[in-house]
């Protein structure tokens, strides 16, 4: 590693991490990708490397249980530069006594970040639209509540997301549903490179005029790969000058 360059950490839910861009196409850049060619291609920027720590159905309880030790006390290589935490999907549909718990665990997050990161800016993330819109404003005003609790500042990854959905509702999103809920006559026609574990899946819209009629085609929202170019142009805007900063900080400019 370069001791000039830049090491930012992700963490999150299936929204981060992005597991089914991944397995279709494994060609096309997962987020930490998009950001880090975003970042490379500003004016007087060191190089930066950026880790994905998010996981598929992933909340701050179970990431505190079972792999905070291993995703940030035991992660190889020198400790964050800056941290982005996104999670509250999960949070908000698992937890029990959500307008308790949630705030609880996300603030004993905070505390163990900033002990075991000292030097890294924390950022927490809004949730991108994925629950019902009145859902989503509630964990979003939740996490908004966190931060100013904690004194650190909110990135609105929700906001960018959501002013492309006004025109289009599923462009941002895959489309995922089982290959047995097509009828036999039309699953001749879908490219075999759409069939993944028994389910079809497009990235696209490739698909939307042989199958928008099947219940549930456009239900999943998770980010399709145009998505990530979304979430990492805010996250690579939202970083350019802290980088910026932090690299003159280390330089001694």
């Known amino acids: 590693r370069d001791p000039m360059s830049i090491r930012i950490l992700l963490m999150g839910d299936s ?3 992005g597991s089914v861009p991944r397995q279709v196409a494994p ?3 997962p987020l930490e990708e998009v950001v880090r060619k975003r970042l490379a291609c500003g004016p007087d920027l060191p190089p930066v490397e950026v880790i994905n720590r998010g996981q598929d159905n992933d909340t701050i309880q179970r990431l505190l249980a079972e792999r905070y030790e291993q995703d940030i006390t035991r992660l ?3 400790p964050a530069d800056f941290v982005f935490v996104r999670y509250g999907i999960n949070d908000q549909c698992y937890l ?3 307008t308790v718990d949630f705030p609880r665990t996300y603030h004993e997050l905070i505390g163990r970040l ?3 990161l000292p030097r890294a800016l924390i950022t927490l993330e809004t949730i991108i639209p ?7 404003r509630e964990v979003n005003d939740a996490i908004r509540r966190i931060a100013a609790d904690a004194g650190l500042p909110v990135l609105d990854t929700h906001g960018p ?3 492309i959905l006004a025109d289009d509702p599923n462009r941002l999103s895959y489309r995922r549903i089982p290959l047995d809920t097509v009828p036999a006559a039309r699953r001749e026609r879908i490219p075999t490179d759409c069939i993944v574990d028994a389910n079809v899946i497009a990235l696209d819209s490739r698909l939307d005029l042989l199958l928008k009629d099947i219940p549930d085609w456009y239900a999943d929202r998770h980010p399709n790969p145009e998505g990530y170019q979304v979430i990492g142009a805010a996250l690579a805007g939202y ?3 802290l980088v910026c900063r932090r690299s003159s900080k280390i330089r001694g400019v």
């Open 15 to 17: 929204t981060v991490w």
């Open 27 to 29: 060609c096309l850049d």
């Open 76 to 78: 190889p290589g020198p």
């Open 96 to 98: 029990a006594d959500w």
């Open 114 to 116: 900033r002990r075991d």
């Open 130 to 136: 994925y629950l019902a819109p009145p859902v989503t």
């Open 161 to 163: 997301y959501a002013a």
């Open 239 to 241: 970083l350019a000058p």
